[in-house]
């Protein structure tokens, strides 16, 4: 049974940082693409981040570019997502997900195999 565990979430003002974590289990963590998604209240779930199975390459969403990074530790099986400057519209679910697929466009939700239960951002201005 796949499971993604995000933690981290929480409150904090504009300008602060948070670090969230997504731990997998039940999947060869180490063949699978990770990505960051988030939803704001009324708004569709939209593409933060993502990186490939290997390590290779990264992509951001272009309003995250430069403030927020993901990286990933295999040997825990686990995914991180460093948010810098945050702005109060980063104010969001966020979401980690599990991809298994090959050369995927990471940017899309439906290329996604498995998702975790999402973890609380609040920015306040």
């Known amino acids: 049974q796949v499971q993604l565990v995000e933690s981290g979430g929480g409150s904090v003002q504009s300008g602060g940082s948070l670090r969230l974590s997504c731990a997998a289990s039940?999947?060869?963590?180490?063949?699978?693409?990770m990505g960051w998604f988030r939803q704001a209240p009324g708004k569709e779930r939209e593409f933060v981040a993502a990186?490939?199975?290997?390590?290779?390459?990264?992509y951001y969403a272009d309003s995250v570019r430069g403030r927020f990074t993901i990286s990933r530790d295999n040997a825990k099986n686990t995914v991180y997502l460093q948010m810098n400057s945050l702005k109060p519209e980063d104010t969001a679910v966020y979401f980690c997900?599990?991809?298994?697929?090959?050369?995927?466009?990471?940017?899309?939700?439906?290329?996604?195999?498995?998702w975790g239960q999402g973890t609380q951002v609040t920015v306040s201005s």
């Open positions: 997900a599990a991809d298994g697929g090959i050369n995927s466009d990471l940017r899309l939700r439906d290329k996604y195999d498995y």
């Open positions: 990186k490939w199975w290997n390590g290779g390459n990264t």
């Open positions: 039940g999947l060869t963590f180490s063949r699978y693409s």
